[in-house]
């Protein structure tokens, strides 16, 4: 199939020339086996839907996390078709793969935490604009947790140990890092070890580290199945509230289709206000997160955000630019694309 008009013979140029833009930028780190298909060269052609929008079919690179609850209401409640769109979900192993798949022309939105967004838009891998906010933290549903048998007791005897985070230079360590500078303790001297979230509560019970950063639903899932513990809420002082994740696209789809963002953008709105109603989204996490049945309930819900503010949104690249993750300040302002008011 091909997107935007890309011809055959233009693709494996465009294709080389992608690969090694978002290498450059570290991006296909944990993305093996993720296609790079067609490109953004040639403009998007108007198609179906109700008439209304530039473009009615769209895919939106995703994974399969609590946070995309509203995408997933919006789908079932009908709401995109209510406003001429088809929305595809195309799964992702990662944010960073979810943003590879765009940028690579397999998606025109694509949902990820924030910080790979700003690391693409920092070493210019693209021209990215946020078309919809997702989460932000809430109290306990991002923690710092060892298991009962560790040397690590309390946050104060981190220094020197070994921690597990999803990944190296993103939310992650950077929530790691942002609590023991808080707490008056030196990061530099931690051994960070990459794990998958899913993973983390099995390289604890097996002493491969000492203490793991975990979000929900996994946090719930390694209490209740490895008896894993808690030693301090990674969302507090400097990260209160922190804005996590949201929907992005590039600078030229979003040129060339103002409708079609439009409605995306109304649509999520509809949907995020419903899901703050968590007995309308915990049937949807159960599906599609493979959240138990019986534990959906005591996991901690993030804070389902539709507004994107540019102040709350900037605390991101300012963190990123505190622990050397990129090397200079981005405005969050200039990469938002505000919904219409009218």
């Keep these: 199939m091909l997107r935007h008009g890309i011809t055959p013979a233009s693709r494996p140029r465009r294709r080389a020339r992608l690969v090694t833009l978002i290498a450059s930028a570290g991006l296909l780190a944990s993305v093996s086996g993720c296609g790079l298909l067609g490109g953004e060269d040639e403009p998007s052609t108007p198609s179906g839907g109700n008439g209304s929008v530039e473009t009615a079919d769209i895919t939106v690179s995703t994974l399969p996390a609590i946070d995309v609850a509203p995408l997933h209401l919006a789908i079932k409640n009908g709401y995109f078709k209510e406003e001429g769109l088809n929305v595809t979900i195309d799964q992702a192993a990662s944010g960073q793969a979810a943003l590879t798949k765009m940028i690579g022309g397999d998606a025109e939105?694509?949902?990820?935490?924030?910080?790979?967004?700003?690391?693409?838009?920092?070493?210019?891998?693209?021209?990215?604009?946020f078309v919809?906010?997702?989460?932000?933290?809430?109290?306990?549903?991002?923690?710092?947790?060892?298991?009962?048998?560790?040397?690590?007791?309390t946050v104060k005897d981190l220094e020197?140990?070994?921690?597990?985070?999803?990944?190296?230079?993103?939310?992650?360590?950077a929530l790691v890092k942002s609590v023991m500078k808080t707490q008056g303790l030196d990061y530099n001297n931690v051994d960070w070890v990459p794990v998958s979230f899913p993973d983390i509560a099995g390289t604890l019970s097996r002493g491969d580290a000492d203490a793991g950063l975990l979000i929900e639903p996994y946090l719930t899932a390694a209490s209740e199945t490895a008896g894993a513990v808690p030693i301090i809420d990674a969302a507090t002082g400097p990260t209160k509230d922190f804005p996590l994740a949201g929907y992005a696209s590039t600078a030229k789809f979003t040129e060339e289709n103002p409708n079609t963002v439009a409605a995306f953008q109304r649509a999520m709105k509809k949907a995020t206000d419903d899901a703050q109603d968590r007995s309308t989204i915990e049937p949807l996490v159960v599906d599609y997160a493979k959240v138990q049945k019986d534990t959906v309930s005591l996991v901690k819900m993030p804070k389902f955000q539709s507004?994107?503010?540019?102040?709350?949104?900037?605390?991101?690249?300012?963190?990123?630019?505190?622990?050397?993750?990129?090397?200079?300040?981005?405005?969050?302002?200039?990469?938002?694309?505000?919904?219409a008011t009218t």
């Design 160 to 173: 020197g140990k070994t921690i597990a985070v999803s990944a190296l230079n993103t939310i992650s360590d």
């Design 307 to 339: 507004t994107l503010d540019a102040s709350r949104i900037q605390r991101v690249p300012d963190l990123m630019v505190e622990f050397g993750i990129i090397p200079e300040k981005i405005d969050a302002a200039s990469m938002i694309v505000q919904p």
């Design 109 to 129: 939105i694509a949902f990820s935490s924030y910080v790979p967004f700003f690391v693409a838009q920092s070493k210019e891998a693209a021209d990215l604009k």
């Design 132 to 153: 919809a906010d997702a989460v932000s933290t809430t109290p306990d549903a991002i923690q710092i947790v060892t298991m009962p048998n560790s040397s690590v007791k």
